[in-house]
């Protein structure tokens, strides 16, 4: 936006001023000269140099009296017309003691004729654009923070900015804080230097270069950046070293350097260069980040960047009344700018507290001054824009409907390129390269020309790449995202493919973040989804991150190499068996001919032995006989000397062994004083020894336990059954200290309830359950329905389980009598026969569906009359199967004249199974009249809501009035009658957000709306249909409601949201707080009341039940209190209701052969 001119000059016609503000600019710079000029208010000659300066400046005075006296025609405040008359008395008092008459010194009637026109440049409001250092004479309201950082800064070397989308984090530093210092609201802080600011983006290092080197370009600021990677401390060097001057290097948007880096080493380095700028001991560097609050985790999670971030926190507080009103009025006084009365109290009315009210306070104050009458803004034009909470939705409203539909149909494809959503049903802004928006069969140059109208109508912005080209583009605000109930409405039409988009494009993230190698590509299951997806009409038309793209040829490339490794395994496996047989071949011959050979050697050698044998015999009779003589001969003297020699011998033995007998006496003697001695003494030291390691066991077990405990406390809050699990862990340990084990018990489960009936390996998508409560089905995110009883024991197996889909699930149904079960993904269904609570037989799998399921339920059946399966798809197809047979039979086409267009986002059955509500992107919710034999007759009536897309529908216990949600918050109320809708619906305006579910009590009394604005509303149905009292706001969660439903007596309200809690609500007492159910790990899907209690299931994979009504933290605190240590573990591992994973096992174990708890 150009900067706005000068508001005290140059002066209106007939020497005006603009406004009271620009005759005081005026009043002060006379002044101003008159004290530096010395001119004193005496006459004096009118002569020489002196008398020429006086009667100068007395010519000036004397124009601005009269100017002056004429600018009270557009004064119409009594406070502005005093302090200009006042103005004037002085000046007219002054020129009089001078010496000069004046004619007039009296302001001017107000003349409403008079009001001057003000030029556009001179606007005072920026829309959704942030405030920027040049804007700083148009920056107020925050005076006050704005000294209380200065004053941090003071003290400290480090500034958080910290604050919600649209708290006003950037506009706060860049036209307050630092035009502040700049202006020496710090000793020495006018000398200080100020580098650009930055904002991390995909390469955090390289624009911390450009910050500091901005005349290094290209190769060399690439350089620059290398080395600093390698040694981010440089970056001290690159600041001037000891004798540089103290520096304020300043980060905007500091939560991209976690979700837009993309690599992890560049990420580490800008931390530890961050860290080395201010840890130096001189000079004092400052460091000043802004971040989005929901971004503090990924912060904090940093280990070295953890104390910085607890130490320089400062929270963005909201405005306060006073503030706001300063924002409005003070910029709009500088130019003369008026506001009828009650038009600056609306404003503040409406925009106080408001999430995102600054950036919708600056669009609506915009949208008002281009409504401006000459230099007023009234009430009607404030009516006109939609006041505070609608200007922007109008606004962007009449941006699109003045397009061509060619033109449409490009805005919506961009403007849904660049949001993203969250978890839940939140969603945010994303930023995106120009060329990534250009798509096939598009013509490229009406891509530019819808880029540069949204650009010109403030709706989308461009921003600047790493060397400065306007190559990236995003949304103004987010306030656009959730302030726009048509974008709001095309991402409820988008959401199933924009969820898709988001879980591959977070894969690729991931991938990204890993060092795009081998960690992180996908398996063959995914790669499939993968590959499906991209080659899809929704993401030809919605694109997607170009790094995706990269991740499928990495994981493609990836499993052929395995594929070729495992084949080349198996060749040379194949070859080394080939080889191995016929080594073993040759072998066999060889060693055949071995045995042959020695066969025949045998044979001869038999032969030889005979004959040498009858040789041997003859040779040794002959030779016994010539030597026995001569041999008993020598005998008989050998036998003589031997006897001697023996005689001898036998003596010295004797008289060896006595002597060695008398040694080894005396030695045993000696042995047996010394080991007695030595065996005392091995007690004593092993006794020491026992008492050692019993100690050192003691303080191992109370380490442990302590360990376990603080892991257990932390994990509450968001994994309370992790907590319950390691709270049992630190119990368990080995002697560990009663009071560590049971504080980590005892806050386990007083602040979680209810127990965990089952566990499926995956997110649970959909959940359903019979009428008489006695069967619960869920599907999960890897395609597996199961079937559970809802009394089943903690922690017990399903009834039953398939896993046919083999592609991820999105939908699935139980019919009321539990003899039917329907899941789905996006492009497949099958069907189960149910029988004794099992599947009875293979599934059948539906043909003739939608290209893209958006939608499908199974009603209840009336008496006499067919139970359909509905499937609606994202074209508005709605497709009906009937189930009174043995197999589903069907599609039959459910259409009318008018056939829907765009998705179908709601389906809903009237309990006495005569009627099915549709609901979709075309607004028009459609009621089919069920019972009708023919297709012709089956359709009823429709009834344009005029309201944003069809989000929700229910209807009542008795079939009687049925309620239709919207995506701009609204809500209508039909009353059903025998053909279908009767009368006009009652309509009430909810929230800014999303209508995300609706149900109505057993009794009918009462009416419950959830919302993506994280609250819900109770309306009385009685009320409500005659436009009656308004609903009472439930609020307690901190993200989008997801599923309600009220007690089987109606006198409890639950709800049920992302934030992973349930909250019930006792409606008798409305205005207490609600019972809180702490206990899933993820959003919370559905919930199903029963007789004695409630039922729920999550994305955590886990059903639940709950009793109802619940215990309050003081009542689970009392009981708890009144169980011993056993109890309490035992209770702690029904309330988790299943076991470490093997993740946590590796992570708080490390071995999983550890004792584990809950096994």
């Keep these: 936006m150009s900067q706005p001119a000068d508001p005290t000059g140059p002066p209106l016609a007939d020497g005006l001023f603009r406004s009271a503000a620009a005759m005081r600019a005026a009043h002060n710079e006379l002044i101003q000269r008159r004290r530096e000029q010395s001119i004193s208010a005496r006459p004096i000659p009118m002569s ?106 003071a003290t400290a070397r480090s500034l958080l900015v910290i604050g919600p989308s649209g708290s006003g984090k950037s506009s706060l530093v860049r036209a307050g804080l630092i035009p502040a210092l700049r202006d020496g609201a710090l000793p020495g802080s006018a000398g200080w230097r100020y580098l650009t600011l930055i904002i991390p983006g995909t390469d955090p290092i390289l624009s911390l270069v450009r910050a500091i080197s901005p005349d290094e370009q290209g190769y060399h600021a690439q350089e620059i950046a290398r080395r600093l990677r390698d040694d981010p401390e440089s970056v001290l060097a690159m600041l001037g070293g000891d004798s540089g001057p103290p520096t304020v290097l300043m980060v905007d948007q500091f939560e991209e350097l976690f979700t837009l880096a993309e690599r992890e080493a560049d990420r580490a380095a800008f931390i530890r260069a961050i860290l080395a700028i201010v840890g130096t001991a001189a000079p004092q560097h400052r460091l000043v980040l802004t971040m989005r609050s929901d971004f503090e985790t990924f912060a904090l999670a940093v280990p070295e960047l953890r104390p910085l971030v607890e130490e320089s926190r400062a929270p963005v507080t909201p405005l306060s009344p006073a503030e706001l009103r300063e924002a409005i009025e003070a910029p709009a006084q500088d130019i003369g700018l008026k506001f009828e009365s009650g038009v600056v109290d609306l404003l503040v009315q409406e925009l106080v507290g408001e999430p995102a009210g600054l950036p919708l306070l600056q669009f609506t104050l915009l949208k008002l001054w281009e409504q401006r009458e000459h230099n007023r803004i009234t009430l009607a034009a404030y009516e006109r824009v939609g006041g505070g909470r609608q200007a922007l939705a109008r606004s962007a409203d009449a941006f699109y409907e003045a397009l061509i539909p060619e033109d449409q149909v490009s805005t919506r494809r961009i403007l849904l390129r660049m949001v993203r959503p969250g978890d839940g049903l939140e969603v945010t802004s994303s930023r995106v390269r120009r060329d990534e928006l250009y798509v096939g069969g598009e013509d490229p140059g009406r891509i530019d020309r819808v880029i540069q109208k949204l650009v010109d109508a403030r709706l989308v912005r461009l921003t600047h790449d790493e060397v ?65 997806w991209v080659a899809s009409p929704e993401a030809l038309y919605l694109g997607y991150d170009p790094v995706l793209a990269r991740l499928i040829v990495a994981s493609s490339e990836a499993l052929r190499e395995a594929e070729d490794a495992r084949e080349a395994i198996r060749e040379r496996e194949l070859a080394q068996a080939r080889a191995l047989a016929e080594e073993q071949r040759a072998r066999a011959e060889a060693e055949a001919a071995r045995a042959d050979s020695q066969r025949r050697s045998a044979v001869w050698l038999r032969v030889l032995l005979a004959g040498m044998a009858a040789l041997a015999v003859a040779a040794l009779y002959l030779g016994t006989q010539a030597l026995a003589s001569a041999a008993r001969e020598t005998n008989l003297k050998a036998t003589a000397v031997l006897s001697a020699a023996t005689n001898a011998s036998l003596a010295a033995t004797s008289d060896a062994l006595r002597q060695t007998a008398e040694a080894q006496s005396e030695l045993e003697r000696s042995l047996g004083r010394t080991a007695v001695a030595a065996q005392g003494e091995a007690q004593r030291s092993a006794e020491q020894a026992n008492i050692q390691r019993v100690a050192a066991e003691t303080q191992r077990n109370l380490a442990r336990a302590g360990e376990l405990a603080a892991e257990a406390q932390e994990a509450l809050a968001s994994r309370p059954q992790r907590g319950l699990l390691l709270a049992v862990a630190a119990a368990q340990v080995g002697n560990s200290p009663a009071e560590i084990a049971g504080a980590a018990l005892s806050a386990a489960l007083t602040r979680t309830d209810g127990v965990g009936i089952g566990m499926a390996p995956g997110p649970i998508v959909a959940a359903a359950i019979t009428a008489d409560r006695a069967l619960v089905a869920s599907a999960d995110e890897m395609g597996t329905l199961r079937l559970w009883s809802p009394t089943a024991k903690p922690g017990a197996a399903p009834l039953a389980a398939v896993k046919d889909l083999a592609e991820p699930a999105r939908f699935a149904d139980l019919s009321d009598d539990g003899r039917w079960a329907v899941i789905a993904s996006t492009s497949r269904a099958l069907v189960y026969a149910i029988q004794s609570n099992a599947f009875d037989g293979a599934p059948v799998e539906l043909t003739g569906l939608p290209e893209t399921i958006s939608a499908l339920g199974i009603g209840p059946a009336r008496p006499g009359g067919p139970r359909w399966l509905i499937i609606s798809g994202i074209d508005g197809s709605i497709l009906g199967w009937r189930l009174d047979g043995s197999a589903p039979v069907g599609p039959t086409t459910f259409s009318s004249a008018e056939r829907p267009t765009g998705v179908i986002r709601a389906l809903a059955f009237s309990p006495d199974g005569r009627w099915l509500a549709t609901g979709g992107a075309d607004r028009i919710t459609r009621l089919w009249d069920l019972t009708a034999t023919q297709a012709a007759n089956r359709f009823a009536t429709r009834l344009n809501a005029r309201a944003g897309a069809i989000t929700a529908l229910a209807f009542s216990a008795d079939s009687r009035w049925m309620a239709a949600g919207a995506a701009d918050g609204t809500i209508h109320l039909w009353r059903v009658g025998g053909g279908g809708f009767s009368g006009v619906p009652s309509v009430k305006t909810g929230p800014i957000g999303s209508i995300t579910a609706l149900v109505f009590s057993p009794d009918g009394a009462w009416l419950l709306s959830g919302s993506s604005d994280r609250n819900a509303r109770l309306w009385s149905a009685d009320a409500f249909a005659t436009n009656g009292a308004e609903a009472v706001v439930l609020t307690g969660h ?34 207490a707080e609600p019972y809180r159910l702490h206990g899933h790990e993820q959003t919370v899907q559905a919930l199903f009341p029963t007789s004695d209690g409630l039922l729920s299931a999550g994305r955590d994979g886990q059903l639940r039940r709950w009793d109802l009504p619940p215990r309050t933290a003081e009542q689970r605190a009392s009981f708890v209190a009144g169980l011993s240590l056993d109890d309490q573990m035992r209770d702690a591992c029904l309330a988790a209701g299943r076991s470490l994973t093997d993740e946590e096992i590796r992570q708080f174990f490390g071995d999983a052969s550890a004792t584990l708890p809950c096994q």
């Design 48 to 153: 020489g140099a002196e008398g020429r300066a006086l009667e100068s400046f007395a010519n000036d005075a004397i124009s601005f009296v009269h100017g002056g006296c004429r600018t009270g025609a557009i004064l119409d405040d009594e406070e502005e017309r005093m302090g200009a008359q006042s103005m004037l008395i002085f000046w007219a008092n002054f020129l009089q003691r001078i010496g000069y008459e004046i004619d007039e010194s009296v302001l001017s009637d107000f003349d409403p004729n008079m009001a001057p026109d003000l030029p556009e440049e001179l606007c005072p409001y920026l829309g959704l654009d942030s405030f920027r250092e040049s804007d700083r004479r148009r920056f107020f309201g925050r005076a006050q923070l704005t000294q209380q950082f200065v004053q941090r800064l």
């Design 468 to 532: 400065g080209r306007p190559t990236q583009l995003e949304v103004s605000h987010e306030a656009l995202v959730r302030n726009w109930p048509k974008l709001v409405g095309w991402l409820e039409d988008e959401k199933l493919a924009l969820a898709t988009r988001r879980r591959l494009e977070q894969r690729a993230q991931e991938w990204q973040r890993l060092g795009a190698g081998s960690a992180g590509l996908l398996d063959e299951t995914q790669l499939r989804e993968a590959e499906h």
């Design 1038 to 1071: 901190s993200q989008a409601i997801t599923a309600m439903a009220f007690s089987p007596d109606s006198q409890l309200a639950i709800t049920a949201s992302s934030d992973r809690d349930i909250l019930a609500w006792p409606i008798r007492l409305l205005r």
